[in-house]
Nanobody
Framework: QVQLVESGGGSVPTGGSLRLSCAASAYTYRDYYMGWFRQTAGKGREGVAAISASGIVPNYDDSVKGRFTISRDNAKNTLYLQMNSLNPGDTAMYYC??????????????????WGQGIQVTVSS
């Protein structure tokens, strides 16, 4: 089973950028669609972006369209999330996730099998 480790979080001012990375440890990484989720205190996990196993099909939540870009490098077993034009509403714990339930690039958290430990992103006003 794939294991996931996120990196690249931190604190930025409004309008800043961050790139999150998610390293996967499994030779079957390219068989999984991948997603980024975020969660704040008292709320459930929100699907931010997802990408198909091939890397061809992305899917974004409306709240991040035009600001965030998801990508993956299957040769390096790594998933990325480039986040631009950040605002305080993007402050959350971010998680990467892997799934192999037969979907393409879903944003529902119940469609993912494996989760990283999460990484904090804080955007100050």
């Amino acid at each position: 089973q794939v294991q996931l480790v996120e990196s690249g979080g931190g604190s930025v001012p409004t309008g800043g950028s961050l790139r999150l990375s998610c390293a996967a440890s499994a030779y079957t990484y390219r068989d999984y669609y991948m997603g980024w989720f975020r969660q704040t205190a008292g709320k459930g996990r929100e699907g931010v972006a997802a990408i198909s196993a091939s890397g061809i099909v992305p899917n974004y939540d409306d709240s991040v369209k035009g600001r965030f870009t998801i990508s993956r490098d299957n040769a390096k077993n790594t998933l990325y999330l480039q986040m631009n034009s950040l605002n305080p509403g993007d402050t959350a714990m971010y998680y990467c996730a892997a799934g192999n339930m037969g979907y393409v690039a879903p944003l529902g958290d119940d469609l993912y099998n494996t989760w990283g430990q999460g990484i904090q992103v804080t955007v100050s006003s």
